[in-house]
């Protein structure tokens, strides 16, 4: 009988190859449906492409995610969905996607080969891109390499943009929270359900989650830390450079209806439903450079993230979180004067106003070569190094669980140009911690760049498996919490006590005004 049944399957035109790839296919039951995913060469099982949510399309654009409808077959699961609509904005960004498309959520799965019936940990990673841009399929996301360490990795789609962002009165008006914005961290909230219903049937264990996520991505992960909707949907959170604390905080939701009233006024359109009327690719166009931010919308964010730290309402989870060595440029400081003490001085004049005096003395530059290290410090701080910092010092202070805190410090150096002299840009950890060096054919990787990678990845799947980054043959890495020390992970990884908090203490005194 199978005899006949592959002569059948060969005559209608299945070659041997392909048919051995029909039998071989992992295919896994959810909760809507069959999916049938590939086996990679490295035996590695792959599912790309799963839906979440139903498409967030005409009257559902600007409306909480809904539960994805059920299929029935089999749906292959073998390339990855469309990307969320978004002008190409980061040159960084190589993605395998399927185009772009509003109809963009979607998830992909990797697991090891012998993942079913076991209760493996998870990790689920929220791409960066400053809300506006990102997407499952870029290289340095691939979940192949922690896969190969025992755990089952997910990148997730989210909505961008004014399309994940936007607030609008009649948003407000029309939704049974009485809130508006904030749909991006709502698709995120979302995949953690599906995450928590089909995981186990995956082979994975819904008690250890973890999320994780760079710059947007770790805005995101701090996120979902504080929104009280997120509780008991993972068990630890890894934050690279990024959080939704200090110079970072959402906004009133008086203010963003304001600017989607702004943004809708300027390209007349009268009423939300002008707004839904508009096709995708236009609406896209019309927004350009405009931003929408996060909001405390009073329901996925019942009140400001600062307030919530404040009370430890906040997730309680082990929480790993740092930065990177040189996050800006001293150029977002000196602008293209050149590099000098006085003019050092006169452009932080230029912009701090009545703090001049105290920025100076927290970022002191002595004489002329002081100034490109002073000025990128200072730049890191206020982009993104602040924000960071601040959510290990809340997660610290009010939750009991442990946190682990480093400055990643590894530069790379590219195969045309020259290396950043300042430090480990913004970004750059991701390939390292992955495991995904080799995906990235811009840079000139060494032995030295795989084994700085091998420790951070070890650090990365230690942690997502039992909540600390430690294990057999890795320097130690304290707790940060009762040691007040943070891992600078490069080819000589140590533990240092922390610095700066002079720095750190006078922009809190800022951002509390």
């Known amino acids: 009988m199978k005899k006949n049944i592959v002569f059948l399957l060969l005559g209608i035109g299945f070659s041997c190859t392909a048919l051995a790839q029909v039998i ?76 772009k498309s509003e109809d963009c959520l979607y998830l992909n799965v990797w697991e090891p080969a012998d993942a079913k019936g076991k209760a493996l940990p998870v990790l689920v990673y929220f791409y960066g891109g400053g809300f506006r841009a990102g997407d499952g399929s870029e290289y340095r996301y691939d979940g192949e390499s922690l896969a190969k360490r025992g755990i089952i990795a997910i990148t997730i789609n989210y909505r961008l943009g004014i399309f994940g962002f936007l607030a609008h009165p009649e948003l407000t008006a029309e939704s049974p929270h009485h809130s508006s914005g904030n749909y991006g961290l709502m698709d995120q909230h979302a995949a953690l359900l599906w995450v928590q219903k089909n995981i186990a049937a995956f082979g994975g264990d819904p008690n250890r989650v973890t999320i994780a996520g760079e710059s947007a991505g770790s805005m995101s992960v701090a996120s979902q830390v504080t929104s009280p909707l997120s509780k008991g949907l993972f068990a630890g959170a890894i934050a690279e450079s990024g959080s939704d604390l200090g110079n970072d905080l959402p906004k009133p939701l008086a203010v963003g209806e304001q600017d989607g009233l702004n943004f809708a006024n300027k390209i007349g359109a009268k009423s939300l ?49 740092g930065w990177n060595s040189a996050e800006s440029d001293y150029h977002a400081v000196l602008g293209n004067d050149s590099v000098t003490a006085d003019n050092y001085k006169k452009d932080v004049a230029k912009h701090a106003g009545d703090h001049t005096d ?100 070890s650090y990365f799947a230690n942690f997502i498996k039992t909540g600390n980054p430690n294990g057999p043959g890795l320097p130690e890495w304290m707790n940060f919490k009762t040691s007040g020390q943070r891992q600078i992970i490069d080819v000589n990884t140590v533990s240092t006590p922390q610095k700066n908090m002079d720095r750190y203490k006078f922009l809190d005194s800022i951002y509390k005004q």
């Open 273 to 321: 439903a002008d707004l839904r009327k508009i096709p995708a690719d236009s609406l896209l166009k019309l927004s350009g450079l405009s931003h929408f931010p996060t909001v405390i919308d009073g329901y996925f964010f019942p009140e400001s993230p600062q307030a919530i730290f404040e009370a430890g309402k906040e997730m309680q989870v082990p929480l790993l979180a």
């Open 24 to 99: 071989d296919s992992p295919q896994v039951k959810t909760a809507n449906g069959t999916v049938q995913g590939m086996v990679m060469p490295s035996g590695i099982h792959s599912f790309k492409g799963i839906p979440y949510a139903k498409p967030p399309v005409g009257d559902l654009r600007w409306r909480e995610p809904q539960a994805p409808k059920n299929w029935k077959g089999i749906l292959r699961t073998d390339h990855f969905g469309p990307q969320a609509m978004q002008e190409f904005i980061f040159g960084d960004m190589m993605f395998r996607s399927n185009g």
């Open 358 to 457: 105290y920025l100076l003395k927290a970022y002191p530059v002595i004489t002329d070569s002081d100034v490109k290290r002073v000025a990128t410090e200072l730049a890191a701080d206020q982009f993104i190094v602040y924000a960071t910092w601040k959510f290990v010092d809340m997660q610290s202070k009010t939750s009991s669980k442990p946190v682990y805190s480093y400055i990643f410090s590894r530069v790379r150096v590219p195969k045309t140009g020259n290396a950043n002299e300042m430090g480990a840009t913004h970004s750059s950890e991701i390939e390292y911690a992955l495991g995904n060096l080799t995906t990235n054919p811009v840079y000139n990787w060494s032995a030295d760049d795989y084994k700085v990678s091998d420790l951070m990845e």
